[in-house]
C-alpha cells in the first residue's frame, strides 16, 4: 500500500470547486477520516504494534490510534472488558477487587485500564492513522479520488443548507461519492499476485476425479 499526505486532497479540493479551503482545512481533515471508515477495511489505515507502559494501572495510548485490535504481555493475552463492567470475571470473588483483573483490559478516555504493575510493558497491535513529515495524516493512495469526493460532496452541502446551489449538485456529487466509495473497496479487495496464484492452486484441486464406474467424485 502506498500512502500520501492529505495535502493531496487539499490541492485537489481547491483545483475542482475553485475555491480556498484553506479555511475549512480542519474539516476536511476530519470528512477524510470519515470517508476512510466509510470505504472501510484494514488498507484504510496501517496495522502495527506499539508498546504502552503500565503505571498506575493505566497507559496512555498514542493519538493517531484508530482501534486497538489485541492487547498481550510478556506471558499472556489480555481480554477486553467494557468500562461499565470492570469487576472480576465469572467464578472469581467479586469483593476482592472492583478493578479490572490482570488479564483484563478495557480502553476509555484515550487510556488502556488493567490491574498491572507498574512498569509492565503491553504490547498492542492496533490500526493507525500515518502522518507525514508535518505531522499532517496520510491517505491510502487508492482512496484519494472516493475521499476527495466525499470532501467536495460535504462542503457543498454546507452552501446547499444556505441556498447557495441547487439539490441537483448535492446528488451528483453524492453518486459520485457513492460510485467511487464502491470502487475503493473493490480495489482493496482485489488479491495480489501471489494470492491469485495460490487461489489457482486450490481452484485446481477442486477438478473433479472420473472413478472405475464412470461416476465423479468430488
Same mark, same amino acid.
Given at each position: 500500500?502506498?500512502?500520501?499526505?492529505?495535502? /493531496? %486532497?487539499?490541492?485537489?479540493?481547491?483545483?475542482?470547486?475553485?475555491?480556498? %479551503?484553506?479555511?475549512?482545512? *480542519?474539516?476536511?481533515?476530519?470528512?477524510?477520516?470519515?470517508?476512510?471508515?466509510?470505504?472501510?477495511?484494514?488498507? =484504510?489505515?496501517? *496495522?502495527?504494534?506499539? @508498546?504502552?507502559?503500565?503505571?498506575?494501572?493505566?497507559?496512555?495510548?498514542? &493519538?493517531?490510534? %484508530?482501534?486497538?485490535? =489485541?492487547?498481550?504481555? &510478556?506471558? =499472556?493475552?489480555?481480554?477486553?472488558?467494557?468500562?461499565?463492567? /470492570?469487576?472480576?470475571?465469572?467464578?472469581?470473588?467479586?469483593?476482592?477487587? @472492583?478493578?479490572?483483573?490482570?488479564? /483484563? $483490559? #478495557?480502553?476509555?478516555?484515550?487510556?488502556?485500564?488493567?490491574?498491572?504493575?507498574?512498569?509492565?510493558?503491553?504490547?498492542?497491535?492496533?490500526?493507525?492513522?500515518?502522518?507525514?513529515?508535518?505531522? #499532517?495524516?496520510?491517505?491510502?493512495?487508492?482512496?484519494?479520488?472516493? %475521499?476527495?469526493?466525499?470532501?467536495?460532496?460535504?462542503?457543498?452541502?454546507?452552501? $446547499? $443548507?444556505?441556498?447557495?446551489?441547487?439539490? #441537483?449538485?448535492?446528488?451528483?456529487? *453524492?453518486?459520485?461519492?457513492?460510485?467511487?466509495?464502491?470502487?475503493? /473497496?473493490?480495489?482493496?479487495?482485489?488479491?495480489?499476485? *501471489?494470492?491469485? =496464484?495460490?487461489?489457482?492452486? $486450490?481452484?485446481?484441486?477442486?477438478?473433479?476425479?472420473? &472413478?472405475?464406474?464412470?461416476?465423479?467424485?468430488?
Amino acid at each position: 500500500m502506498n500512502f500520501v499526505s492529505i495535502k /493531496r %486532497v487539499l490541492a485537489s479540493v481547491t483545483r475542482n470547486l475553485g475555491v480556498d %479551503v484553506l479555511d475549512k482545512e *480542519q474539516s476536511i481533515i476530519e470528512w477524510a477520516f470519515e470517508a476512510e471508515k466509510f470505504i472501510g477495511g484494514l488498507k =484504510s489505515f496501517i *496495522q502495527t504494534e506499539e @508498546n504502552v507502559t503500565i503505571a498506575s494501572n493505566r497507559a496512555a495510548l498514542p &493519538s493517531n490510534i %484508530v482501534k486497538v485490535l =489485541s492487547v498481550s504481555n &510478556s506471558s =499472556s493475552i489480555l481480554k477486553p472488558t467494557h468500562a461499565h463492567f /470492570r469487576g472480576n470475571p465469572v467464578g472469581v470473588d467479586a469483593d476482592t477487587d @472492583n478493578m479490572v483483573t490482570g488479564d /483484563r $483490559y #478495557y480502553i476509555q478516555d484515550g487510556y488502556i485500564n488493567a490491574k498491572l504493575d507498574d512498569g509492565v510493558v503491553l504490547t498492542l497491535s492496533v490500526l493507525t492513522i500515518p502522518l507525514d513529515a508535518d505531522g #499532517y495524516p496520510k491517505i491510502n493512495d487508492a482512496h484519494i479520488e472516493a %475521499v476527495v469526493a466525499y470532501c467536495m460532496w460535504m462542503i457543498k452541502n454546507i452552501d $446547499y $443548507y444556505n441556498g447557495k446551489v441547487p439539490q #441537483y449538485v448535492i446528488n451528483d456529487l *453524492q453518486k459520485r461519492w457513492f460510485f467511487l466509495c464502491g470502487q475503493a /473497496r473493490g480495489i482493496d479487495g482485489m488479491p495480489s499476485s *501471489q494470492e491469485l =496464484s495460490e487461489i489457482g492452486k $486450490y481452484w485446481n484441486t477442486l477438478i473433479p476425479i472420473k &472413478s472405475s464406474n464412470g461416476l465423479k467424485n468430488h
